[in-house]
């Protein structure tokens, strides 16, 4: 029998709901709050905006993948990490028609989710993970049944970094911040200097942001440098780092697959330096596009459909425990469904 799980996933700004049937994307549409340039987005305005969403964006989940509510096995939500309102809001929607349609719920975290969702895109199997958004940057591999965290930001995550750059330029959040700033860096001759944090296998980027902040200030008024220079040397310096961590994560793993999931990782400036790393080591990079990468529906179904086919005792949630929690490690999951 084919196993149906329906996702939805509101960790930070965008709302997505994705039914997937046995590796197949049924549907996966998305919604996501955009805020005015020289804005960030806040808990409250997020929530409201999945709120608002929340039933469109289920009616075109089911409308697109011609499924009716009791052809669904499972409802899988992200239970964290992300932002706490946001969360709530979606957990809610979940818990409501999982009792409403008498469907179990499967508490997914949702970094799992990414790396689920690119390794059924990609076809890697097993690769070491770069994860990298606006709330996250992590190098994962897999070792004994968890997904085992080998290096991560100290302080911001790189996207996060990004958005806040994008905010101080007052660059569009349209379609995302981290996009514009790709295309102006793309226009960009002159390198500037910015510290390079590597701290081990670990990685900080506040400090960076708060010394191009100070460049920003001085050399773009003196004409020392323009917007596209500072987006070019942002970029170069912290992919750099992501992709030194990485890098030393593969050699230690002996990986010759590498996965770069999240938000950032549409970046095409980002996968082309991790390709040079990957050939350099004669290793394979894999990589999506902006439909899976990007937060999304499907991603918290994938990894649901997992978790529910392997061992559904262990991951079924019941309704008075369906929670969900600002802070959840990638390493905290009991990886059920891979036995190598
Ligand atoms: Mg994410």
């Known amino acids: ?85 946001p969360l709530l809001s979606v957990a809610i929607v979940a818990r409501t028609i999982s009792q409403l349609w008498d469907k179990p719920l499967i508490a997914v975290n949702h970094c799992v989710g990414h790396i689920e969702m690119g390794r059924l895109i990609t076809g890697s199997k097993n690769p070491t993970v770069l994860y990298v958004s606006g709330g996250n940057t992590q190098v994962i591999a897999y070792s004994d049944r968890r997904y085992r965290i080998f290096g991560e930001t100290i302080d911001i995550a790189v996207g996060n970094c990004l958005d806040r750059f994008a905010r101080i330029l007052k660059i569009s959040n349209d379609p995302s911040p981290g996009y514009n700033i790709e295309q102006l860096a793309k226009k960009g001759s002159k390198y500037i200097a910015l510290p390079y944090t590597v701290k081990g296998m670990d990685i900080s980027f506040s400090g960076i942001l708060s010394h191009i902040e100070e460049i920003a200030k001085k050399q773009l008024k003196s004409g020392e440098c323009n917007p596209a220079d500072l987006c070019y040397s942002l970029q170069e310096t912290i992919f750099a780092m992501l992709v030194e961590i990485t890098e030393r994560a593969m050699a230690h793993c002996e990986s010759q697959e590498v996965l770069i999931v999240g938000g950032v990782g549409c970046n095409l400036r980002l996968q082309e330096m991790m390709g040079v790393m990957a050939e350099e080591r004669e290793a394979k990079l894999f990589a999506t596009d902006m439909r899976f990468c990007i937060d999304n529906g499907a991603m918290i179904a994938q990894a649901g459909w997992e978790m529910f086919r392997s061992d559904p005792k262990r991951h079924i949630t019941p309704i008075e425990k369906s929670t969900c929690t600002q802070r959840f490690r990638t390493d905290e999951v009991e990886v059920t469904w891979r036995d190598d």
């Open 1 to 85: 029998m084919p196993i149906t799980a329906i996702g939805l996933e509101g960790s930070a700004n965008k709302l997505g709901i994705g039914i997937m049937r046995d590796g197949v994307v049924l549907s996966n549409p998305r919604h996501t709050y955009v805020t005015p340039p020289g804005e960030g987005f806040l808990p409250r305005d997020t929530a409201n905006h999945h709120r608002d969403w929340a039933l469109k964006i289920l009616r075109q989940a089911l409308d697109e993948a011609n499924v009716k509510p009791s052809e669904i096995d499972c409802i899988c939500y992200t239970k964290g990490p992300g932002m706490a309102a």
